[in-house]
């Protein structure tokens, strides 16, 4: 064996191993395993979020049955995306540590708020245990928790667990135009109260409301043609002041 076989040998070695932990996981080959949640793992393709998952290296998929989740297939595919990312949980969670939840809701980070668009809470989920069951909801204000755990569908510790609720979980997304109210019909004029007048516009002031005194003065044509004639007189007067005086002054020496 040459000198150069051994490092080669490694550098392959070393390139398989992190091809196969970059690619440590595929959701939709997991999923493409259980039928009963085709339709799931179908929108996970369809909006890209099986990519993201595949991307992750530690998550929890929260899947729905193909029975529960026809309501949500219906929606605008950016309503669906950002649903799915809802369901997906930035860390590892199998039925062993399940079944250890307290009765204080426990935080948990979704892949909606990686995205950096979830408001008012809407990207993280509260998991909550509630007598023998583990309900999972929405940490957004008045949002109900009402997705149950059901089971664990499979797991590869401690890359990805994928366990089923009961139902989609429930999340107000004001962002998105499918979940906007319907538009408001226009609001109707306040009658105004007793002894009270509706506001008015305030009134238009006309060139004749202007005080007299506050307008500039003007000049008119005859006005400026005195004003010169006085002033020439005013000046020949002066000039033949000044003579007078030089002559005066002349027979004085």
């Excluded at 105004?192 to 009134?203: D, E, T």
Aim: proline share 7%; charged share 15%.
């Amino acid at each position: 064996m040459s000198p150069m076989s051994s490092p080669i040998v490694a550098l392959f070695l070393a390139f398989f191993l992190l091809l196969s932990a970059a690619d440590a996981f595929n959701i939709t080959k997991i999923l493409g395993s259980f039928s009963d949640y085709s339709t799931f793992n179908d929108l996970l393709t369809q909006t890209g979020v099986a990519s993201e998952i595949n991307d992750k290296k530690s998550v929890t998929v929260l899947v729905v049955s193909n029975s529960q989740i026809s309501g949500l297939s219906s929606q605008p595919k950016d309503t669906i995306k950002k649903m799915l990312s809802i369901h997906v949980v930035l860390d590892y969670y199998d039925k062993a540590k399940v079944d250890k939840v307290p009765s204080k809701p426990l935080t948990l980070t979704t892949l909606y708020q990686q995205s950096g668009k979830a408001q008012n809470q809407q990207g993280f989920l509260t998991m909550t245990r509630v007598g023998k069951q583990v309900s999972f909801g929405s940490a957004a204000p008045g949002s109900s928790h009402d997705s149950i755990f059901v089971k664990q569908v499979t797991t590869q510790p401690y890359d990805i667990s994928v366990l089923e609720i009961s139902n989609v979980i429930n999340v107000a997304i004001t962002s998105s135009p499918s979940y906007a109210p319907n538009a408001s019909p226009p609001r109707k004029a306040l009658a105004p109260g007793p002894n009270k007048s509706p506001l008015a516009s305030p009134p238009k002031t006309t060139r004749s409301d202007i005080p007299a005194a506050d307008a500039p003065s003007t000049t008119t044509d005859s006005d400026a043609s005195d004003n010169t004639s006085a002033a020439s007189i005013a000046s020949a007067s002066a000039i033949l002041f000044i003579f007078a005086s030089a002559c005066f002054m002349l027979t004085m020496i």
